[in-house]
């Protein structure tokens, strides 16, 4: 191999290490994000969860409100619950939509997906005897919000309210530490 070969070939292999090492290499505490696909799919999850859950609340459906949730679901026995409390006054919600300021992909499984997610509820009209009445803008809420595959179904599993930021962080700095 003749001189300027050999450093060419030397030089190529030296960048090869490095683009490998720089790959490879990521500062401490750096967590890598999934792949785009991955952090997606939950997100089409809970929008497509978000609309069939709308179509229960405009025509006043508890089994297909009951469909959404996994049985036992605490959230879900309060979602019908208020359901239930809208159609003794003879109202039904149309017009229910999620708007999310964030979704934070937690876990994201085959047949099971962990999300925190802020959001408030928007448009809402309830609708009755009397007429039409547009329902206040939620406030801005974040929760965990676990949903499990049951068969080809996402169904909600449980919700934890999560604490607001300012107001957790509100507690701790007034404590003393030792």
Known sequence: MTGSRLLTALLLAGLGCLLAVGVAWRPAGVVPRAPAADRIAPLMVLAAWDRSRAGAWSTGDPAALDRLYAPGSAAGAADRALLAAYAER?????????????????????????????????GATATGRGGRAALPRDG???????????????????????????????????SENP
């Open 90 to 122: 003879g109202l039904r919600v149309t017009g229910l939509r999620m708007q999310r300021a964030a979704v934070v992909v937690l876990i994201a499984e085959a047949d099971r997906t962990v999300l925190r997610v802020t959001d408030r509820v928007v």
């Open 140 to 174: 801005w809420s974040m929760r965990t919000v676990v949903l499990a595959r049951v068969g080809e179904e996402w169904r909600v599993v449980e919700v934890r309210d999560q604490a607001r930021p300012v107001a957790s962080t509100d507690v701790t700095s007034r």
